[in-house]
């Protein structure tokens, strides 16, 4: 099993920088890719970003690119978001996920382990 804390969550003003950290524990060896999604009220789970653990190749949503960057420090099994330039419409429940295979980065259902989110609020 793995479990995922996020933190770092808050409310925040519009053009301001937040950064989330996803802390994993349990067993972490060989995990392949590790995400971020987001939801916001009324609205499906949305992929934001995403890291290979091991090369560390990054992948973002359209809405995120340029704005977001993740980031991975191995040696404390912990995936960074630095979220840019914020935006009322980035409010949402921010959900660290992970997953060993090599299932397709951008889909929920390739995710075997979520953590309990955290809330951005993004006022304008």
């Known amino acids: 099993q793995v479990q995922l804390v996020e933190s770092g969550g808050g409310l925040v003003q519009a053009g301001a920088s937040l950064r989330l950290s996803c802390a994993a524990s349990?067993?972490?060896?060989?995990?392949?890719?590790m995400a971020w999604f987001r939801q916001a009220p009324g609205k499906e789970r949305e992929f934001a970003a995403a890291?290979?653990?091991?090369?560390?190749?990054?992948y973002y949503a359209d809405s995120a690119k340029g704005r977001f960057t993740i980031s991975r420090d191995s040696a404390k099994n912990t995936v960074y978001l630095q979220m840019n330039s914020l935006k009322p419409e980035d409010t949402a429940v921010y959900y660290c996920?992970?997953?060993?295979?090599?299932?397709?980065?951008?889909?929920?259902?390739?995710?075997?382990?979520w953590g309990q989110g955290t809330q951005v609020t993004v006022s304008s």
């Open positions: 349990g067993r972490t060896v060989n995990m392949y890719t």
């Open positions: 890291i290979n653990w091991l090369g560390g190749s990054t």
């Open positions: 996920a992970a997953q060993r295979g090599t299932g397709n980065y951008y889909y929920t259902k390739s995710y075997a382990y």
